[in-house]
């Protein structure tokens, strides 16, 4: 509304008469009341084709500073049939509402909704996105999550961790407290992996990564970690074949420097070490810290590690990450598209992955 529009309606409405007033009231009531029942189906909106699977970036930061930098949200992973919103962050909700005002997401599709571990950066959106995953739906759905924030969501808040969804706790035999290793929502299979992260303080396998079995592809979200010897051998031995790698690589360190990332996160350096263990076809980074919302470090990273990776004779192509960013899994292809009118460093990206990927893969210009 323009501001001499407002202007309008608010001498309108001082002018009005009582009994005005009060009708313009009641229909207000009578909107809000149809607000709070779950509509027939969801709003049409944009999902993937059949047979094809979708993984959405719903923030590309991560970490403390990269979350106060507004980054923080999480990721989708879809396919025609089933959505799971995976680690809504403080930046998911604002997403996840900018996409259904564009047709590309509505919370009647939802189905889960996971949470690795009890980080903000990884948690703070879920209750609110809970309540739009329940107020869409007369289904129950389900939220699956580690030991940790079964265990103290729970108690913090049962009416929504249990009440308002099916909670699920996930862990892999080595997590630290128990879980079922696996849970099937609609077509996507979700598999606890382990993590080698610092929760709580003394407590640094509780964390769990998760790996998506979906209809096109394999996928390993290594969630926070640091790669223990072991941690490649486990994945494998979960899912072989992966197609990509969702990397949360937020350390910079292409050194050894002991204690930098200890008990946290990836390095840039663990990369190809990932690549020549697990040789997926695509490995994305994501979970930047703050100085990583500047599209030149992001892109050097990128450029640093494919000639590491191409020179050592492996397959795997590396994908820096961006908001709103798409990736669609299909036959053996994947194409990525990023919002157009969207920061430097997605406009970046896009150029880049413009250069590296095959044509059939390369990015869109969809201004969505």
Known sequence: MTADGSQEMVQGLLSA????????????DANDI???????????????APGTSEVMILGALGCRHGMLAGGAGGHLVRTATTTVLVDPGPAALGCLLGLALRGLFSWAELDAICVTHLDPDHYADAIPCLEGMAAASRQRKHLLVNPTVSRRCGAFSPYHFGEMADVIT????????????T?????????????????????????IGLAYETPAAG??????TNLTPELPGQVAAIMPGLALVIAHADASNIAQ????????????????????????????????DAAYSAARYR?????WLQRVITGQGLPTQIL??????????????????????????????TAYLDSRLPRAGRPGTESW
């Not at 996930?170 to 290793?181: N, S, V, W």
């Not at 930098?260 to 997926?280: F, G, V, Y």
């Not at 798409?326 to 990525?336: F, Q």
Request: proline residues 9%; negative net charge; glycine residues 8%.
């Open 17 to 28: 008469s009582t009994a005005e007033l009060e009708r313009i009231l009641a229909e207000a």
């Open 34 to 48: 149809a607000m709070r029942e779950p509509a027939a189906g969801p709003a049409p909106h944009r999902l993937p």
């Open 170 to 181: 996930l862990a892999h035999p080595d997590t630290d407290g128990d879980g079922e290793p």
């Open 183 to 207: 849970a099937k929502v609609g077509d996507i299979t979700i598999h606890a992996t382990p993590a080698f992260h610092m929760e709580e303080k003394g407590r640094n396998r509780t964390a």
């Open 219 to 224: 996928i390993w979200y290594t969630s926070d």
């Open 257 to 288: 420097a002991p204690g930098r990332a200890r008990a946290c996160h990836l390095e840039t350096r663990d990369i190809p070490a990932i690549a020549d263990k697990l040789r997926p076809g695509h490995i994305l980074i994501h979970h930047y």
């Open 299 to 303: 892109i050097a990273q990128a450029v």
């Open 320 to 349: 820096p990450s961006a908001n709103g960013q798409r990736l669609t899994l299909a036959s053996g292809l994947l194409t990525s598209e990023i919002p157009v009118g969207g920061d430097d460093a997605g406009a970046a990206a």
